[in-house]
């Protein structure tokens, strides 16, 4: 009897930890001044929190828009969400269909890359552009299935959803104001209590086909002769890095090559 109560208060835990995290939408407070960078910061402590993913999130809606705003202090995160892409998926049915939502920020491209996938060659060098640099490049938004089933990429000043995210000190702040208009279905939160299913993804590295050319560059070998002690003459010996810092690289890499994906039921407080 007691291994039979055991097992299943087993079940009951692995289904609740496999349960979609809830937050409530509270309604937007009219008139509400625009935050500066210091109560961007401090808004986290009023916002959700997920520990397994680092992301803080906060919904709010009024009679035309859903307003979404998400944080995370964790700076793989956030290189993820820059460097390789970030999705918000919109699910009205409840499940976690990847059938509508938008990406922002896209990803950034490798120039040259044939096969123009969202990844960059130079993370195997560990040689990384600043994440504030990546943020400000980013001018274009994915609208997928937004406009039929096809991914309309659009300059955000000409999308009617807005995007922005920025990196305060040491925190990624992101936004986003969907029309429920966009949505097609007839999507009312204030005709009574009702829910929906939001996606967050991010975009992650991964290594190409050819991977010789992403490996870490340390230095050139020299051509011609070297010397007895296996370089040139006048050469400076290469620095190679030691083994923490490697251990510490090879984490980062681990860390980046995993995509982050969150889903929570929004729940719409009349």
């Known amino acids: ?86 999705t918000v998926w919109i699910d009205r049915t409840g499940g976690k269909n990847k059938e509508q939502g938008f990406r922002f920020p896209r990803g950034a491209r490798i120039t040259g890359d044939p096969s123009g996938r969202d990844i960059n060659l130079s993370m195997m060098g560990y040689k990384i552009g600043p994440v504030n640099a ?43 104001v969907v029309p429920f208009e966009l949505l097609k279905f007839g999507f009312n939160p204030l005709a009574g209590r009702t829910s929906m299913n939001i996606g967050l993804e991010t975009g992650f590295f ?10 870490p560059d340390y230095g050139r070998r020299p051509r011609g002769g070297t010397t007895p002690g296996g370089r040139m003459s006048g050469q400076v010996p290469q620095r190679f890095p030691d083994s923490g810092m490697m251990q510490q690289r090879s984490e980062n890499m681990g860390e980046l090559s995993r995509p982050t994906r969150l889903w929570l039921e929004l729940e719409f407080a009349p």
């Open 134 to 176: 990546l943020l400000e490049r980013a001018d274009e938004v994915d609208l997928i299935g937004i406009y039929g089933s096809s991914t309309r990429t659009l300059r955000m000043r000409d999308s009617q959803i807005r995007v922005s995210a920025e990196r305060i000190e040491n925190m990624l702040f992101y936004e986003a």
């Open 206 to 215: 991964e290594l190409p086909s050819s991977s010789r050319s992403a490996a």
């Open 1 to 86: 009897m007691r291994v039979f109560i055991s097992m299943v208060s087993l079940v009951v835990l692995a289904l609740a930890g496999c349960s979609t995290p809830r937050a409530v939408v509270s309604e937007k407070e009219a008139g509400k001044h625009r935050l500066t960078n210091e109560e961007k910061v401090g808004l986290t402590e009023q916002m959700g929190y997920h520990e397994q993913s680092e992301f803080y999130y906060l919904f709010e809606y009024d009679n035309s828009n859903l307003y979404i705003t998400l944080a995370t202090f964790n700076q793989n995160l956030q290189r993820k969400i820059a460097q390789f892409g970030f």
